[in-house]
Each structure stands twice: as C-alpha cells, then as structure tokens.
C-alpha cells in the first residue's frame, strides 16, 4: 500500500492568500500519518495565526532563525530532519530567493542547507507567474531537479483569470503519494522507442510510422516509479517526459543499437518498445539520386538489438519486447518470445482496421510470458503504461532471476 507513514515532511508556509487551503493539507498528512513540521516566513503570519497552525500539526511551529534548542542550530537541524520539504503555498518571493540561493531567513536557509528533495507548489497573481523572471527562476530550480507542481489555471482572488492558483490539499496527497511510490528506487531501466530511419540518400530513408508515444509513455511511468531511466529514441516529435530521464537521441538501427550497447552494462531491465527497421541501405548515396523510371534499393537486414541484450552472458538485464503484427498477432509474438530469448513481450494489433495503435494515442497489449500470459485492454498509451509497469515489477520479482 501506498503510505506517508512517519513520512517527515517540513511544511514551508509563505505569505500568499492561499494559506487557509494549508489548514486542510496538514489534516489530511496527519490523516495519512505523516509526521509535519511547520516553518513560517514573517509575511505568512501576517495572513494566519501561527498558534493555529501549531495546534494543527500538534508541534511548535518554527519562524525564527536564531532559535536555539539544547544548543542546536534550528535552520541545519529541520534540513536534515526533513525526508521532503514542501514549500506550500509558495509565493514569487520564496520561488526567486530558493533559485538565487538566498539565506535570509529560517525557510531560504533551510532550503539552501537540506538535501531533502524540495517541492514547490507556486500561488500568486497570473502575471506574476508569467512575468519572465519567475518563469526564468521555476526553469533553474526545475534544472535543479525541484519539482514544481501546479499551479492550477482559474479565477483567481484578485478576481483575474490565469495560470497562478495554489493546487488543492487532495490534490498534493494525491501527488505526494505517488511521489513517495517508488519501487523502482535504484533501478536502471532502458527502453528504446519510436522509429528508425535508414537513409537512402541525403533526403530519401525508409521507415514506419511508430511516434515513440507508446515507449515516451513507459519512460515517463518508469521514472515515476523511482527508476533512473536511459531513454533511447529514433526520430520523434515528443518531449522529453519530466523525471530522471536521461535521453539518448538516435536516428538508424545501427545507431539505436551502438547507444543501446554502449549504456547496458549496468541496466536493471530493458523494454524495446522501438520499432526498429528490419532492413538498411546496402549503398548509401550520398547525394541526392535522379528520379529514374526504376529504381532498385537493395536492402541489407539490420541487426536484432533486443536479441544482442538478451544474449548478454554478463548483466544480462530483464528483458522485455514489444511485436507488433496485422495478423497471428500472439502466435507471432510467441514465436519472438523464444526466438529472441526474451523474458515477456508486448503483442500489440497494428493493422489499420483495429485501433491504429501505431502512430495512435491508444494501444492494446497482450502480454506474454513463457508460462502465461495477460491482456491489458485498449486504453491510453498512459494508462497501458502505468498497468504494464505494474506486471513488469510482479514479473521481475517473481522470477527473481537477477
Ligand atoms: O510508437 P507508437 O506510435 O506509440 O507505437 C507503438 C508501437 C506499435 C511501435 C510499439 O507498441 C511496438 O509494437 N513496438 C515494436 C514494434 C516492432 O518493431 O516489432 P517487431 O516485431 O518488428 O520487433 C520485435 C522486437 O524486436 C521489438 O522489441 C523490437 O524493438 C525489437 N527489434 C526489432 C528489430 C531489430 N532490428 N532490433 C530489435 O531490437
């Protein structure tokens, strides 16, 4: 079960007029049991009662840098305390003093001195989180690897309409128990996604139509989990999903295949989910070719990625394919889960009168394995995503193989 259990998380309270939704958050984390600290900036306590939130959270609550206990230094004692600090409701002024490194009083000192994680949940006026400046200073911490969650876009107090209002408390827990959900914790996963190109000519390349949503999709759940992710993508026009993803951009097999070897030695699991071209250009020209009546293409067959890493005799990693087919698609598939010496593959149907699941924001997988087998129903790639993730992790551990 997902828990915050003894989780410690120092609450950082800053002045903005979404404070009273703070009353409802550490109800609900005392619910959950986690265990909160409060620290409060001098403007915050302009809005609320600091005795309130004492009550509440059922310990002192914090404000003052010079407070000493038992001759503790109260800014290095609540750094190392803290698993997490969420700076909630965070305002321009904290967002800008965290990204600058400011120490200039009990909560910019504490954020400068922890190594705890730092979440940010931003709450102001649209145009002040538009301005460039904050938008300049949430691009460093992001950089920084703090995550900002929020805000949300609506009618705000001021009574403008934009980007700027403060999550709600359920919606953080919802957050902060998927954050602390990390069963991949120290996992590396590779998955390799998307397409390759194999040129014909400067101009010209054979390909299909993959978009790399489908493996883009398990990356992003992979990192959510926990896991350090090495995302090896062919030519695709999608962002780099947040999280600890490290990206590697190829354009052919044979360049997917280099980036693959180069990087697997110290992989937990591997998922091929890229739709790699069977077959390359014997003779690349490399000039454009004249438009001829005929034209003849030899083709020479690329090598087999996945069956290299299967095939490792040293860190073989857990290795997961996808097949996709218009036709026989588990007999297929079956046949690829031996012939490629794979621990359990993903059949999807990819004939145009199913669902299109190439190129597609849907998907339906069989999954398959050498003594069972599971379908995921058509959802979306994110959903199938997370479900997948969630058999690949029973899958791993009951085989337990390394
Ligand atoms: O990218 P999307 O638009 O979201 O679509 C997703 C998808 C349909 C591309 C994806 O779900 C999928 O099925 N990917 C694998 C497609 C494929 O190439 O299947 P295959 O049957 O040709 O290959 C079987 C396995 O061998 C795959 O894991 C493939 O990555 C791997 N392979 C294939 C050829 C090769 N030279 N090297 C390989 O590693």
Redesign the pocket.
């Known amino acids: 079960m997902i828990t915050l259990l003894k989780k410690r998380i120092l609450l950082g309270i800053s002045g903005s007029i979404a404070i009273y939704k703070v009353f409802e958050l550490i109800r609900y984390l005392r619910k959950k049991q986690a265990i909160v600290r409060i620290v409060m900036t001098k403007t915050s306590k302009k809005l609320i009662n600091k005795l309130s939130l004492q009550i509440l959270s059922n310990y002192k609550v914090f404000d003052d840098i010079f407070y000493t206990n038992n001759n503790n230094i109260i800014h290095i004692k609540l750094a190392k305390w803290a698993d997490l600090i969420l700076l909630v409701p965070a305002t321009a002024n904290i967002i800008a003093k965290v990204a600058l490194g400011l120490a200039d009083d009990l909560l910019s000192t504490i954020c400068l001195a922890t190594k705890a994680k730092i979440i940010i949940i931003p709450s102001m006026n649209n145009y002040m989180y538009k301005s460039p400046v904050t938008q300049h200073n949430i691009k460093t911490l992001r950089k920084r690897g703090i995550l900002i969650w929020g805000p949300n876009f609506g009618k705000q107090i001021c009574g403008d309409i934009g980007l700027g209002s403060m999550l709600n408390p359920n919606i953080i827990i919802k957050k902060l128990k998927q954050y602390f959900n990390t069963p991949l914790k120290n996992f590396n996963i590779m998955i ?3 397409p390759t190109h194999e040129l014909i000519d400067p101009v010209r390349f054979i390909s299909n ?7 883009f999709s398990i990356a992003y759940v992979a990192a959510l989990l926990g896991a350090n992710v090495t995302l090896i993508s062919g030519p695709v026009n999608l962002l780099t999903p947040p999280g600890n993803i490290k990206r590697i951009n190829v354009i052919s ?1 044979l360049e997917m295949k280099k980036a693959v070897m180069d990087n697997i030695s110290n992989q937990n699991i591997f998922i ?5 071209s ?1 077959y390359r250009i014997i003779n690349f020209s490399s000039s454009k070719i004249a438009k001829k009546d005929n034209l003849i293409i030899n083709l020479i067959k ?6 290299e890493v299967s095939q490792l005799t040293k860190n073989r990693p857990y290795v997961i ?5 218009t036709n026989l698609i588990k007999e297929h598939a079956r046949k ?1 889960l031996i012939e ?1 010496k794979l621990d359990l593959i ?1 059949a ?1 149907n ?1 004939s145009k009168n199913r669902f299109n ?4 924001n849907y ?1 339906e997988l069989y999954l398959i394995w050498h003594d069972g087998e599971m379908l995921l129903s058509l959802n979306k ?1 994110q959903v199938l995503a997370k479900q997948l993730m969630k058999q690949i992790i029973i899958r791993y551990e009951k085989d337990n193989k390394h």
């Open positions: 390799t996604a998307g139509y993959s978009s790399g949503k489908m493996g097999a091929g989910c890229a739709a790699v069977d690329n090598p087999d990625i996945i069956s394919g996808f097949s996709a087919e690829k490629k993903c999807n990819v699941n190439i190129n597609n998907n790639k």
